[in-house]
């Protein structure tokens, strides 16, 4: 299973706290398949605050959870469970303050780093033991809670656009099968030398 973090609403559409949402958007885009309704889940009786994109031919479901940010916890879990997914087969996409515009990192695990999303996911897996792809957006010197929220300038988001499809292209990877250690071989070094 493959998570973005975002909020719903179109308000929120191209904002840095979203980045989650527009990986996951990129990759149904390349596969040629839509997000829809939980109804496409048969048997799935969970909460249903999310659209779903079921990938039969990599056995692999995107999901955005559409409970705000700070919520996300409360549909991943127990989607988690009704596929029978262990929580390292549960792969996170979101911004992060703490990297530079741009930067991307696979982890097979690790803490929240402040991260309310991220926050709600570990506490509804009771675990952090799962890989997460962090995306920076960078730190202002306002506040980080309206900074998130805000939408990139001009010439950030052609650069974002960019980082967009290469997150989409990791996550591809490891849909595929790949494990979380390969992606961090195959693509860091790769992301590493685009920034020199």
């Not at 962090?134 to 010439?155: H, M, N, Q, W």
């Amino acid at each position: 299973m493959i998570v973005g973090l975002g909020n719903p609403g179109d308000e929120y559409v191209g904002t840095r706290h979203n980045v989650g949402f527009e990986v996951l958007e990129r990759l149904a885009a390349e596969w040629g398949l839509f997000f829809e309704s939980p109804k496409v889940l048969e048997g799935y009786t969970g909460p249903c605050k999310f659209t779903a994109l079921l990938n039969d031919e990599r056995h692999v479901l995107c999901v955005k959870p559409l409970t705000f940010m700070n919520l996300s916890g409360t549909v991943v879990a127990p989607l988690a469970n009704w596929a029978a997914l262990e929580p390292e087969n549960v792969m996170v996409v979101y911004d992060d303050l703490d990297l530079d515009p741009g930067v991307l990192r696979i982890r097979p695990h690790g803490g929240t780093g402040g991260h309310n999303g991220m926050k709600s996911i570990v506490d509804s897996l009771d675990s952090d033991r799962f890989p997460r792809l962090r995306i920076g957006i960078g730190r202002s010197g306002t506040d980080a809670a309206r900074y998130v929220l805000e939408c990139f300038g001009r010439k950030e988001r052609e650069e974002m656009d960019v980082v967009v499809a290469e997150a989409a292209e990791a996550i591809a990877y490891w849909a595929n099968g790949e494990s979380t250690e390969e992606c961090m071989t195959r693509f860091h070094s790769r992301w590493n030398q685009a920034l020199q």
